[in-house]
């Protein structure tokens, strides 16, 4: 008999981040600037595998992996903004 699991990651929906943002269309979505400039990354690198650092300088951490391999970085930011930094 398979369990369902409810989630207890945060959903990450925090509405203040969009302060003071323009909007656009029928669902009033935010607008994203286009960057001055563009920095294109040589690799991504999985949040799970850049928190052990094993990563390059060259390389994005992309968070595209189950929700539970960066759960760690939703609940406390502020622990990986030095790791952040270096990437």
Same mark, same amino acid.
């Given at each position: 008999? #398979? +369990?369902?699991?409810?989630?207890? +990651?945060?959903?990450?929906?925090?509405?203040? @981040?969009?302060?003071?943002?323009?909007?656009?269309?029928?669902?009033?979505?935010?607008?994203?600037? #286009?960057?001055?400039?563009?920095?294109?990354? #040589?690799?991504?690198?999985?949040?799970?595998?850049?928190? #052990?650092? +094993?990563?390059?300088?060259?390389?994005?951490?992309?968070f595209y992996?189950?929700?539970?391999?960066?759960?760690?970085?939703?609940?406390?930011?502020?622990?990986?903004?030095? @790791?952040?930094?270096?990437?």
């Open positions: 008999m #398979k +369990i369902n699991k409810k989630s207890i +990651i945060d959903d990450g929906c925090t509405p203040e @981040l969009v302060r003071g943002c323009h909007f656009d269309g029928y669902l009033d979505i935010p607008i994203i600037q #286009k960057p001055k400039i563009l920095d294109i990354p #040589k690799g991504l690198i999985p949040f799970s595998i850049a928190k #052990k650092n +094993i990563c390059h300088f060259d390389e994005y951490v992309c992996e189950m929700d539970e391999k960066f759960s760690d970085v939703l609940r406390n930011p502020a622990n990986y903004i030095e @790791l952040f930094k270096k990437v």
